[in-house]
């Protein structure tokens, strides 16, 4: 496992387990091993697991899957990176099986200097898909956030995605425990928890991920996306959005 340094309807299908996000559907992702606000669980030690929800997949020039997430999903609530006894990198789980791991988490943000960026990238392993409802429509571009924007969230909670504004752009957010701040932006969508690694987006493309903000849950925080892709590609050059 390798470490980063960190410097609106929906529609619901059964069929498939697939939830359509009025995002543009021409764009959508390719993936099918990881679908935007799908819940995945992370084995933290001691038989225990934790909750959270996919944000984007990815991939690179080799052919790898992954998907990019919070970075506090991995970590307790003061901040601290959960390792395995073993040292070896933290294992994910579909909510369908508890017992086979469908990833692990590949790389993660280590705090540098005042500020820690909150995601984390999970690598799934051959053959694995998270499995569980999603939204595929969300287009596979990256896009930047102003002010006034529209932006929607989509997690494992929601049956529909949750739209609002944008309300501020590149300000550092507290995450409760912590000792650093996050750089995020704000926005009026709601979030509860296990909504954390979600995707934010709009018609424009994939604006950020998911992070812990506001105790108010329509006063949200989100990692911009060009942050974390700029962070990713220092370990992976080749990553883009899938």
Not at 38 to 56: A, M, P
Not at 146 to 157: E, L, S
Not at 224 to 234: D, E, F, G, T
Request: one cysteine or more; charged letters at 15%; glycine letters at 12%.
């Amino acid at each position: 496992m390798k470490r980063l340094f960190a410097g609106a309807a929906a529609a619901l299908v059964a069929a498939t387990g697939a939830l359509t996000a009025n995002a543009g559907a021409a764009n959508a992702t390719s993936a099918d091993w990881a679908w935007p606000g799908q819940e995945f669980l992370v084995d933290i030690g001691d038989n225990g697991t934790k909750s959270c929800s996919v944000g984007y997949p990815g991939t690179d020039n080799a052919g790898n899957r992954y998907f990019i997430t919070a970075g506090h999903c991995f970590r307790t609530d003061s901040g601290r990176h959960y390792i395995h006894r073993d040292g070896t990198a933290l294992d994910v789980y579909s909510p369908r099986d508890e017992s086979t791991s469908i990833g692990w988490e590949r790389l993660h943000t280590i705090p540098s200097g005042t500020h820690y960026l909150d995601i984390s990238v999970v690598q799934m392993r051959p053959g694995k898909k998270v499995g569980g409802y999603g939204w595929t429509s969300i287009p596979a571009r990256e896009s930047a956030s102003r002010v006034g924007d529209t932006a929607c969230a989509v997690g494992q909670n929601h049956k529909r995605s949750t739209c609002g504004k944008v309300t501020a752009v590149g300000v550092a957010t507290s995450i409760r425990g912590y000792d650093r701040d996050s750089i995020t932006n704000r926005a009026t969508y709601c979030s509860y928890p296990g909504d954390s690694g979600g995707a934010v987006y709009n018609s424009s493309g994939v604006l950020g991920i998911v992070s812990s903000g506001p105790s108010n849950a329509c006063n949200d925080a989100y990692v911009p996306i060009s942050l974390a892709l700029i962070s990713i590609r220092q370990s992976i050059p080749s990553f883009r959005l899938y």
